[in-house]
């Protein structure tokens, strides 16, 4: 059974930083990209970040120069650190799983697993 587990997900003020964790479990980890998405009430889901099964790293607009991925095949766990936290970064954090990617890194389509999200809130 393919499972994604993401925690770290909390209350934070605004200017903190959160790092959230994603435990992956199931398939087979070195073969798969990792993405972080996140979605805010009554927004779409948006892709955050991907650590792609090469080591690449894809990272979006909204959060660039202020996360930073990492992923660990050895435990089969990814890091998304968060700094700087805005309230606009306020939503659920979802990690992901997929199999051949191309341009498609912090597209919503482009996965094939996901988790059940955790949940940041940023207070001003």
């Known amino acids: 059974e393919v499972q994604l587990q993401a925690s770290g997900g909390g209350l934070v003020q605004a200017g903190g930083s959160l790092t959230l964790s994603c435990v992956a479990s199931?398939?087979?980890?070195?073969?798969?990209?990792i993405g972080w998405f996140r979605q805010a009430p009554g927004k779409e889901r948006e892709g955050v970040s991907c650590?792609?099964?090469?080591?690449?790293?894809y990272v979006g607009d909204s959060v660039k120069g202020r996360i930073t991925i990492s992923r660990d095949n050895d435990d089969s766990t990814v890091y998304l650190l968060m700094n700087s936290l805005k309230s606009e970064d306020t939503a659920i954090y979802y990690c992901?799983?997929?199999?051949?990617?191309?341009?498609?890194?912090?597209?919503?389509?482009?996965?094939?697993?996901w988790g059940q999200g955790t949940l940041v809130t940023v207070s001003s």
């Open positions: 199931g398939f087979t980890f070195d073969d798969y990209s």
């Open positions: 650590r792609s099964a090469d080591g690449s790293t």
């Open positions: 992901a799983a997929g199999s051949g990617l191309s341009n498609d890194y912090l597209s919503v389509g482009g996965y094939d697993y």
